[in-house]
């Protein structure tokens, strides 16, 4: 079954390149010019993944992923004009997986589509590690290969981003790791990644899994090296 994309892009003649393109590619497009007709359409018609601009107008791509974030944890990525550090942090922090500034190479954004759907979880895989207890105080459990963290017994929602950078920085876990290490694991495209949007997904993280995301105990930054996680 091909895989449903919707491109939210109020610009026509970019919106027309990226459906062409993709259903070239084997995808399935749909099509939306505003940020109130992709939740329109999403609240409908659901789809796998979704490309965003970020200048929409009323209900801007910030507002439109932040929504979809509430309900769905599927691949976003974000195409935009707005190439400046705030902009890029901003849109990461709202909930994309991956940026990609204007004006883009065709074979850029289908490359990091791919990577994105490389990243599905597989249950039942033999290489993943066991089940982590992260914080035995609060029975924050983290279980690669059933694709879950539980605080309490109750999940922990993180988008596939999120879960794959905590499994990989959990395998195994204290091993300390660079930036560029985990953005070519866990986002499968070093070449064309910026650094910056693991320091993004780093804080994501600590939002949901820290008792303190001002002083992380689990995810620790170790300066000039990387990140480490040290299960408490």
């Known amino acids: 079954m091909a895989t449903r994309l919707l491109v939210v892009e109020d610009d026509d003649r970019i919106r027309s390149v990226l459906r062409l ?19 329109r359409q999403f609240r409908t018609k659901p789809v796998d993944m979704m490309i ?11 507002t439109c992923i932040r929504d979809i974030r509430k309900v769905s944890d599927i691949p976003i990525i974000i195409i935009s004009a707005r190439a400046d550090t705030h902009d890029i942090v901003a849109g990461l922090e709202a909930g994309a997986d991956d940026y990609v500034t204007k ?15 490389r990243r599905a979880r597989t249950p039942g895989d033999p290489e993943v590690p066991p089940d982590i207890v992260l914080d035995s105080t609060r ?15 109750q999940d922990v929602h993180l988008t596939l981003t999120e ?18 290490a985990l953005l070519e694991s866990v986002w499968e495209h ?15 993280l600590r939002t949901k ?15 000039g090296l990387g990140y480490r996680l040290d299960p408490q």
């Open 52 to 62: 965003v601009d970020l200048m929409l107008g009323e209900v801007d791509g910030f």
């Open 103 to 117: 004006p883009f190479q065709i074979k850029e954004v289908t490359a990091r589509l791919r990577a994105l759907r």
């Open 190 to 204: 070093g070449f064309f990644g910026d650094e910056r949007i693991v320091d993004v997904h780093i804080r994501r």
């Open 209 to 223: 899994i820290e008792q303190d995301p001002g002083a992380p105990r689990l995810i620790v930054t170790v300066r």
């Open 21 to 39: 393109a993709l259903e070239d590619e084997g995808y399935q497009v749909s099509e939306a010019t505003s940020g109130e007709a992709a939740l």
């Open 163 to 180: 879960f794959r950078l905590l499994s990989e920085l959990a395998n195994p876990p204290g091993r300390v790791q660079s930036r560029r």
């Open 139 to 153: 029975q924050l459990v983290l279980s690669p290969s059933r694709g879950t963290l539980l605080r309490d017994g």
